[in-house]
Nanobody, 114 residues
Framework: QVELVESGGGLVQPGGSLRLSCATS????????MGWYRQAPGKQRELVAG???????NYADSVKGRFTISRDNAKKTVYLQMNSLTPEDTADYYC????????WGQGTQVTVSS
């Protein structure tokens, strides 16, 4: 059974930081490209950051320089370090595993507000 479980979301003030984690099971993690997506109320889901099997990363323009995606193949976990958060980063954040089959986590909510 494949599971992607996000954690680390919550309420943070503007300028603050959060670190999201996505623990996986049931997939051959090193063989999957991993990504973080987000969906704000009334908006489409968008790619925030991605990391290939070999560790190459890419970011949405809106988060470049503020967010960092990383992976730990031994722990089968992908992370998203989010710094200098703004209210525009408020959204549900989803972990994605892209391979022969695509898998999604259930999401974790991030709210940036004073």
């Amino acid at each position: 059974q494949v599971e992607l479980v996000e954690s680390g979301g919550g309420l943070v003030q503007p300028g603050g930081s959060l670190r999201l984690s996505c623990a996986t099971s049931g997939i051959s993690f090193p063989n999957y490209a991993m990504g973080w997506y987000r969906q704000a109320p009334g908006k489409q889901r968008e790619l925030v950051a991605g990391i290939t099997r070999l560790g190459t990363t890419n970011y949405a323009d809106s988060v470049k320089g503020r967010f960092t995606i990383s992976r730990d193949n031994a722990k089968k976990t992908v992370y998203l370090q989010m710094n200098s958060l703004t209210p525009e980063d408020t959204a549900d954040y989803y972990c994605n595993a892209g391979g022969p089959t695509m898998y999604w986590g259930q999401g974790t909510q991030v709210t940036v507000s004073s």
